[in-house]
């Protein structure tokens, strides 16, 4: 069973108006079986639905398993002409937080994932010179979740802030197993668009003196200093009765990458295939060692796969490892990387520093702490930076 899917259903509710799939690709995971790839067409008057899972663990990674990943996109069209595209994209990572991102535009959108130049990770974006609309109706999924009846409900959002607000609202909350989101395509005219729309983006520029601080909410303190020139210990209490947990950690390549695989040497994780555990180590230590290491994911992906091959030739692997299972290690090692500033695996729990930002602004930091047992977090809070008054 996937311990991660993800789920976008779309309601055609235009009188005219026909959705036409012009490419659809998945980042991380499988197609859920069944015929939930995204459909080729979306007729006036129809729903549709399209669904992605995570598609195992990598046990030489340590306890970090594969969430789900992708996007799809559509042209609308009318009888006379083509009247622009909707794009919608998901992400249920195995950490992280929960998170889609749709658009419309006249052209084209730039895709959030395997592609050179992200883009912004705002929570929605409409052209307003379209025609037609696309509107978020409902989130949910099995613990929660809610509908979003109506403009209010987004300008609510918006006026409550960045972490209660829109966050929340969309699925951005945390990690959830199975999130579902409902849009509907309307015959409309966009009647809600924010001019400065607020994100949350993983700092992969942060360097020792971001993550130094004190971190606060909800009974939960999480106090980083710093020694030397890249070493940071972080005091992590959980509550106001037991003693601060105490972990040392590093960021950069090489602690993010292998920090996870020689705590897995020694753990339960350990995988049932010596042979392809041996291709794994040798290959990101080759790939670490080569100068400039790359710091797209797709390129790491790819260079890890090329590497992997020489590797498995050179051992003379009698069962080398499936192209599927190469390429899914190779997404993960990929995304370890090019977050290797921004995340770390350190004593069961995993740390990630995010910037708040207002259009193109950083306005704020947040240290975002979560402990995973068994696909599930119990430990998943959002902890902003405290300041003591003087």
Request: some cysteine; proline content about 8%; overall charge negative.
């Amino acid at each position: 069973m996937p311990q991660r899917t993800a789920r976008v259903t779309i309601n055609n509710t235009s009188s005219y108006l026909r959705l036409v799939k012009t490419t659809d690709h998945l980042c991380g995971g499988d197609w859920t079986p069944g015929g939930w790839q995204p459909p080729a067409t979306i007729e006036p008057g129809t729903s549709a639905g399209m669904q992605s899972e995570s598609s195992g663990d990598i046990p030489i990674i340590g306890n970090i398993m594969t969430g789900t990943e992708g996007y799809a996109k559509y042209d609308v069209i009318g009888p006379d002409k083509r009247h622009g595209m909707i794009y919608v994209y998901w992400d249920n990572p195995w950490f992280g937080f929960t998170h889609p991102r749709f658009e419309t535009n006249a052209d084209d959108v730039a895709p959030d994932c395997d592609y050179s130049t992200p883009a912004a990770a705002s929570s929605f974006s409409e052209d307003q010179s379209l025609d037609f609309s696309l509107v978020p109706i409902v989130y949910r999924h099995t613990e929660g979740g809610q509908d979003i009846t109506s403009p209010g409900d987004l300008a609510a959002a918006f006026a409550a802030g960045p972490i209660l607000g829109v966050f929340s609202l969309f699925g951005f909350e945390g990690i959830v197993k199975d999130p579902e989101w409902v849009f509907e395509l309307r015959d409309v005219a966009p009647s809600f668009a924010p001019t400065q729309p607020t994100s949350r983006k993983l700092m992969t520029d942060a360097q020792p003196e971001d993550w130094v601080g004190d971190w606060r909410a909800n009974g939960i303190d999480v106090l980083i200093d710093r020694h030397g020139q890249n070493e940071l210990t972080a005091a992590i209490s959980l509550n106001s009765t037991d003693s601060p947990i105490s972990v040392n950690f590093t960021i950069g390549p090489e602690s993010a990458l292998f920090g996870p695989i020689n705590d897995a040497s020694t753990s339960s994780a350990a995988s049932a295939s010596p042979p392809h555990d041996s291709i794994i180590r040798e290959s990101a230590r080759r790939l670490l060692a080569e100068a400039p290491v790359p710091t797209n994911r797709s390129l790491i992906s790819s260079r890890f796969q090329s590497i992997a091959a020489e590797v498995a030739q050179e051992q003379q692997i009698a069962e080398p490892m499936a192209p599927h299972r190469s390429e899914r290690i190779g997404q993960t090692i990929g995304q370890i990387l090019s977050d290797s500033l921004s995340t770390v695996h350190v004593g069961g729990f995993v740390l990630s520093l995010y910037g708040i930002y207002d259009g193109a602004s950083r306005v704020s930091k947040v240290l975002h702490l979560q402990r995973v047992v068994d696909g599930t977090p119990n430990v998943d809070a959002m902890l902003p930076e405290h300041y003591e008054i003087r």
